[in-house]
């Protein structure tokens, strides 16, 4: 009897729509490979949901999200929602609640170089050689979900005196939230090349110091056998440009996680290449790590590598389908390798009859599984 998962599927924003389906096509493929099913149920998330339901995330998509195995998100977000008005909704909210509803304080943000595309990166080749780095990002803590506050014609706040505006975000962290995330890092560590490096502001914060004490107790009781260095997050932010090659895994804290992660997929030369998974110890989230890209939504161009990718780490992560997860992984591979690009990876050299639209490419992986 073939084994049935339960996915909530949220096709978000902008591609968001386009991405997602082809994640499930691929996703399908191997449910006919391997003998298993998948149901996708989807819901609704950030603008098309504040659109539909004034909240970008609504009770009936955590009820979904809840019943399934795995949830699978393309994208959130647009200019049509910006707003600097705090009593409005805006689309990140939804990706921000549902990781603190399913309890969601890891996230894994993989970050590798496919051979074919190592002309993209900026970088030169010699620098990126061998880049293969897992970057472990705290996800519920720190600023982004510190208490936060706007005062509006404060006497003193404005220029010479005058009133005016002040606002304050506040930057904290438990013992049991570091604790988790110094774990998740170590056992990611012991799987790859056994080296961590914690990254954090010490010199400066107050957070960051009780960080840093906390992660060095956790691997010299718990994990001997790993090297852990430490590392400011302004320095990192060169090292990563510097020597990518030379990290392994990268731990730190939600804001600085935040900014790193996204430095550090650059060095690939597209965030159409890039998937995230966000983990804690129930159902677990699984998205690219791009954007929901609106000013070419709708035109069929958009990458969906990094969707099926997210899609190889839900199966690898939360199916135990590793074998399943390789195979999409080789089919990625062997379909760049043949020369096949979106326009977002294709440079002067690809011929314009391998530029391919978003459904060829989930054809082209799918024809290679």
């Known amino acids: 009897m073939a084994q049935t998962y339960k996915i909530c599927t949220l096709p978000g924003d902008g591609i968001g729509p386009e991405i997602i389906a082809e994640g499930v096509k691929v996703l399908n493929a191997i449910g006919e490979k391997y003998d298993t099913q998948f149901e996708c149920t989807d819901a609704l998330i950030g603008g098309c949901a504040i659109d539909e339901c004034g909240t970008a995330l609504p009770d009936a998509t955590l009820e979904v999200a809840n019943a399934s195995d795995a949830v699978l998100l393309a994208a959130v977000g647009g200019p049509k929602w910006d707003t600097t008005d705090p009593e409005k909704p805006r689309p990140e909210q939804g990706l921000l609640g549902i990781r603190k509803a399913l309890g969601l304080y890891t996230n894994l943000r993989p970050v590798q170089i496919f051979a074919a595309l190592s002309g993209a990166s900026t970088l030169k080749p010699e620098v990126i050689d061998g880049v293969d780095m897992m970057i472990v990002r705290e996800l519920t803590g720190g600023l982004y979900f510190g208490k936060r506050e706007r005062f509006y014609d404060e006497e003193g706040a404005g220029t010479n005196g005058a009133k005016g505006q002040r606002a304050y975000d506040t930057l904290e962290y438990r013992e049991y939230e570091i604790e988790r995330i ?95 998974a966000s983990l804690g110890d129930g159902v677990a989230l699984y998205e690219p790590s791009h954007g929901s890209a609106p000013d070419i939504a709708g035109k069929g161009i958009a990458n969906p590598l990094a969707q099926i990718l997210s899609v190889d780490m839900m199966l690898r992560y939360s199916f135990n389908m590793g074998d399943a997860a390789d195979d999409i992984e080789r089919a990625i591979t062997a379909v760049l390798d043949e020369g096949w690009r979106t326009g977002d990876i294709a440079d002067e050299a690809t011929p314009s009859d391998k530029v391919v639209g978003t459904t060829a490419m989930g054809d082209l992986i799918v024809a290679h599984l």
């Open 182 to 276: 110094a774990r998740q890092a170590f056992e990611a560590a012991r799987k790859r090349r056994g080296k961590v490096t914690s990254v954090d502001k010490a010199n400066v914060l107050e957070t960051s110091r009780m960080w840093r004490e906390i992660v060095h107790r956790i691997g010299e009781q718990e994990y001997p056998d790993v090297e852990l260095e430490d590392m400011l997050v302004d320095n990192t932010a060169m090292q990563l440009i510097n020597r990518p090659a030379d990290f392994d895994v990268v731990v730190t804290e939600n804001m600085f996680g935040d900014i790193l992660s996204d430095e550090a997929a650059q060095i690939t030369g597209s965030l159409g290449m890039l998937a995230s």
